[in-house]
């Protein structure tokens, strides 16, 4: 299908652009940047240059995602997300001098597959945000995001785990939950939550 690119959009012709990809308004997507099919880009969105995005995303007004983030397939990022890229910023050297991009170590946020990350959120390079997770709304992180996390909270904590359908699981016995929407059930080991086969 064709893509639905505002005029009032500013796409870099070096960008990468999938098959029936939306960009909203003011939306802007820089040079080298990959955008997968399926994928709708917010107005007033930025994807820097070099940050890949995957099929089947929804990228919500006004999100910030900066060089070298990686979003994978299926990934909700809602408004007013920060996706950082710098560990140690600083506008200027020990001597005040403008730094360079020569003195700039890039560092970036890893999404994984049908995770989502609530609206006003902000994820601290370098980190990773696991398979299915859900960051809620508001939340600060700074370190790595286990498979089916539910976390909240500056800096964020886990409350829990959630499913793919995104509800919070319930616990029906000692280290299983359940889906209250699909009612699969999943099997915590070592800290490590996976769907099981009940037993």
Not at 23 to 45: K, L
Request: include cysteine.
């Amino acid at each position: 299908m064709p893509n639905k690119i505002s005029v009032l959009a500013e796409v870099s012709n070096q960008a990468h652009i999938g098959s029936n990809v939306s960009v909203w308004a003011f939306a802007q997507v820089r040079e080298n940047a990959v955008i997968g099919d399926n994928t709708n880009i917010g107005s007033h969105a930025y994807i820097d240059a070099n940050v890949r995005v995957g099929n089947n995303c929804k990228i919500q007004t006004g999100a910030l995602i900066y060089d070298s983030a990686v979003v994978h397939d299926g990934v909700f990022i809602g408004p007013g997300v920060i996706l950082t890229n710098d560990k140690y910023p600083r506008a200027a050297s020990v001597d005040l001098t403008i730094k360079s991009s020569a003195e700039w170590e890039k560092v970036g946020v890893e999404i994984n597959t049908g995770a989502s990350i609530g609206a006003g959120s902000v994820c601290v390079a370098p980190l990773k945000i696991g398979t299915w997770a859900v960051v809620g709304a508001g939340t600060v992180v700074v370190k790595d995001i286990p498979d089916f996390a539910l976390v909240i909270g500056n800096p964020a904590r886990q409350i829990g785990w959630v499913g793919k359908s995104g509800k919070k699981l319930i616990k029906i016995k000692e280290s299983m939950y359940k889906c209250p929407q699909t009612e699969t059930i999943y099997k915590e080991v070592n800290s490590i939550l996976s769907e099981s086969n009940g037993e």
